[in-house]
């Protein structure tokens, strides 16, 4: 293991920023949360790692920060994430995602900090001409959200060209999935992930689903796409982290998931299958923007990294999200 890193992890009261945390703090290493609470939960946040309420924008606190804590490296989540918001607010996506991220680099820059893991998302790549997508493929972003997150990962080029500084951005799939110990998991009201909802409807909490177009050019007619446990996906940030610490000359641009996808029926089914009962489902029309599939080439982020997936089950993944919506009922009861 790479010696003990102080890491400032933005958004770390997030769902994937939450389970960061945990998976540092399994490495070995200290956790600093700087998170504005607008999307994420104070009660999210491991007890063992610091915590201070604020916004990545205000420049003297993030600067206090990586002094107060000695801080060697950052993991980036802050940000906005949902893509039909993107396309109705195109300037809150610039600002959260860009001009934000912007703002971090310079303090990180100015300040010492010579490494830096970027979430970023599929989203970059637009509709790709074919599946699964390798990272050296076209990145044409077809929303705000894509392109927010695609000119941070440009940022982050021009300057490691520039400065002694490193990054990986870490382009997701589909997150899904929770901490399988019960202790963090995704929590968002009005969440738009697909095994969210299923799991909220599974618990009454909705209705029913809705299944947006049943016409696709995939097995079953519903969109195709990669899903990866959150956990796994935290652990490829500690395993991407100790890299540039241990090559502090190499950056990395990769994709995470899993290389094989289900589609939305097969979700559901996986739901209807742990439950053992049965989803309403809600057939409606496509959405503006859904490729038919989008699965991920992962062979560069096992190669480099020998990352290796630990919970690629599509129904234990259920079971997980399942167990934390419930454990989720208590804690907003409580």
């Known amino acids: 293991m790479t010696h003990r890193l102080n890491v400032l992890v933005t958004g770390g009261a997030g769902y994937i920023g939450s389970h960061a945390v945990l998976a540092l703090l399994e490495a070995g290493h200290h956790p600093v949360v700087i998170d504005n609470l607008v999307t994420g939960f104070r009660w999210a946040v491991a007890k063992d790692a610091v915590f201070y309420e604020g916004d990545i924008s205000d420049t003297e606190l993030i600067q206090r920060i990586i002094h107060e804590q000695g801080i060697d490296a950052i993991m980036h989540f802050a940000g906005s994430v949902v893509v039909p918001e993107s396309v109705q607010d195109p300037l809150k996506y610039y600002n959260n995602n860009t001009v934000k991220s912007r703002s971090l680099i310079e303090s990180a820059i100015s300040h010492g900090v010579r490494h830096m893991i970027f979430s970023s998302t599929a989203a970059t790549y637009g509709i790709p001409e074919s599946s699964p997508v390798r990272e050296d493929m076209p990145t044409i972003p077809i929303n705000p959200y894509g392109t927010s997150k695609l000119m941070t990962e440009m940022m982050l080029r021009d300057v490691a060209a520039a400065h002694d500084f490193n990054f990986c951005a870490l382009r997701y799939f589909n997150v899904a999935g929770a901490d399988p110990l019960c202790r963090t998991g995704q929590s968002t009201v009005g969440a738009t992930h697909l095994l969210k909802i299923a799991v909220e409807a599974a618990l009454g909490k909705r209705a029913s689903v809705s299944v947006f177009g049943t016409d696709y050019a995939t097995a079953d007619g519903t969109g195709v796409r990669d899903y990866i446990h959150v956990s796994d996906l935290a652990s ?66 096992k190669a480099t990294f020998g990352w290796e997936p630990k919970y690629d089950d599509l129904d234990q993944i259920v079971q997980h999200a399942l167990a934390w919506e419930r454990r989720l009922t208590d804690i907003q009861t409580a």
């Open 236 to 301: 490829a940030h500690v395993i991407a982290l100790e890299a540039l610490v241990a090559d502090p000359k190499t950056s990395h641009t990769l994709n995470c998931g899993y290389g094989h996808g289900y589609s939305v029926m097969q979700v559901l089914d996986a739901v209807d299958r742990v439950t053992n009962n049965k989803l309403e489902r809600k057939m409606e029309g496509r959405r503006a923007g859904d490729p038919d599939a989008l699965i991920s080439d992962n062979k560069a982020i």
